[in-house]
């Protein structure tokens, strides 16, 4: 159940992270500076560090964000798969070699929450969450802590942290810690901010 939560929270919490535009000060100028963001496009690299594992795994892919709340967070190795947030539903495909295959619904059990979430986070309200607590840091260098609220939540994710990057529009890293011996790291590069994306991305995956 751990897993098949995971697959949808990060990829959610990610595509409402990548809204965040530069350093502030405040919440106030945060969203202020999201409402200029009409879309995203983006490359990532994924770091992930386990206790098992004697080297961290490494995956890629790419990110789409088109204003109002249209998401691809697509991965596309080692394995190929697509999260599709489009007109108020969430889809997950998986590519076993055969082409893209939805993965049934009832597997989906995060989806509300993620749902009700998007939508804030997709406005710069990280202080407004239901379910974290958002904290504004400065030193040793700049940073947005996401907590989560609640214990239960807690035992998925610990804390997230997100690095902007001194380009507008632009972050350079998220640090998921799921425990201190769990933790995924993304990086992003070839970040294109408000260029014209195709409504075909957003569209079932063949």
Known sequence: MRGNRNILIIPAILAGCLLLVGWTDSWEQVRREAAHIQSIHAQFTQKKQMAILSKPLLSQGQFFFQAPASVRWEYT???????????????????????????????????????????AWLRGQFDESRYFTATLVSKPFPRIILTPKEKSFARLIKRIELTPSPQPGVLKAILIVEDEKTTTLFEFRAVQVNQPIPASVFQVPQ
């Open 77 to 119: 190795a080692p394995v190929k798969s697509i999260l599709l947030m489009h007109q108020g539903s969430m889809k997950r495909y998986i590519n076993a070699g055969g082409g893209f295959t939805e993965e049934a619904e009832g597997r989906l059990p995060a989806m509300e929450m993620v749902m009700q979430e998007i939508s």
